[in-house]
Every structure is written in C-alpha cells, then in structure tokens.
C-alpha cells in the first residue's frame, strides 16, 4: 500500500508530462500548416511570424491555428528596434544575454507600435536583421 502512494505522484507526473508533450506537439503541427503560406516563418512559445513579401503577420500559437493573428506591411514601419528587458539594442551590437526580448516596430503617421516577442536572443537578433533589409528606403 505504501509502494503504491509512493509512485502515485509519479505516475500523475507522468501523465501531465505526455500531456504536455502531446499539447505542445498539436501547436507544432498547426504552426507548420499555416506557416506554408509565407516566404519565412518563426515559432515558438510566445508567438508565430509570417513574412509573405512586404507583409508580416503574427499571433500566439495555439493547437488548431495561430490566434489573435495580426499583419502589418513594412512599407508603412518607420523604424525597428530591438526590445532587451525593457530597454533598446541595436541590432548590430546585442546584449549577450536577456529574459524579455521582443522587435518592436514604429509606424509612420501613428503612436501605435507593435512588439513582437521572441524566446532567443539569437532568433530576433536574426529577424530584424532579416527584415532590416527588407525595409523600404
């Protein structure tokens, strides 16, 4: 009896561990349906990103398809910046590390910005090098 309360909690580990690797895997398989349609595309956990020409959508990743999708062009960013635990990096020389990292993006004629959240540092180091390049002007 007591062998058996013993491993009890780790077969509820268990469990939730196959649970949350097949939640996690339901997420992939959306994301990579969805990410067929664009030219470049980014998952993970805190959004996907799609880039089809000049146009950049993005939202959080869910199992049955990215949510709360947004899209903007980049004809209309006037300026892009790197986001680094609240405080703005130049692509060209990124911190080494950081928790909060995100590529923000200055409209002309708006206050509005968006910001875009990243996992790796490397990754939106990458992308906004990436998407530097395809601003116009």
Known sequence: MERGLFWLPLLALFIWLAWAGWNEYQKLEAYRIWAEKFDRAKYDIYAVLGQKGNDITWGKPTRQEPANLRTFSLKDVQEMRLIVDDRIYNLAEPPEKGRAIALEFLFFNS??????????????????????QDLPG
């Open 111 to 132: 206050l509005n910005s968006v910001r875009i959240p990243f996992t790796e540092l490397a990754l939106a180091v990458e992308w906004g090098n990436a998407l530097q």
